[in-house]
């Protein structure tokens, strides 16, 4: 049996976001987080992509873009919130920003004023 898909990159990834949420809590907003993270996420030698955007098409022409957060090692797609909870609202929008993408692991990572909340989304065409 295979274990997760980038198990060893989610790890890393968790990690920083609780060393980060131990230090400023749900106190910053997103960009603050945003950033904070990235110092992390390449000290552990990840490749981070910041502000990378996608074009949304419909009926083949383009009426949109979407911008996720941050972009790990070109597979990984992170979206940050710094709010009370993630609602079942931001969890539906994310997954079709995932599916919008060629990305099969994404993870929508809530820096709350409570609790940090990481959810880790699997994308691919045998789950549609």
């Known amino acids: 049996m295979e274990g997760l898909i980038y198990e060893q990159e989610t790890y890393k990834i968790r990690g920083a976001c609780f060393k980060i949420w131990k230090e400023f809590g749900g106190a910053f907003k997103e960009s603050v987080v945003e950033n904070a993270l990235k110092i992390e996420l390449e000290e552990l030698g990840f490749k981070v992509e910041s502000q990378k955007r996608f074009p949304i098409y419909y009926k083949n022409q383009k009426v949109g873009i979407y911008i996720p957060d941050i972009i790990i090692d070109n597979k990984i797609l992170i979206?940050?919130?710094s709010k009370e909870f993630v609602t079942k609202g931001d969890e539906k929008?994310?997954?079709h920003y995932l599916k919008a993408t060629n990305y099969k692991l994404g993870l929508l990572i809530n820096f709350g004023p409570e609790k940090l909340e990481i959810k880790r989304?699997?994308?691919d065409e045998a789950r549609i």
């Open 93 to 95: 929008t994310f997954w």
């Open 121 to 123: 989304r699997i994308y």
């Open 79 to 81: 979206e940050l919130k």
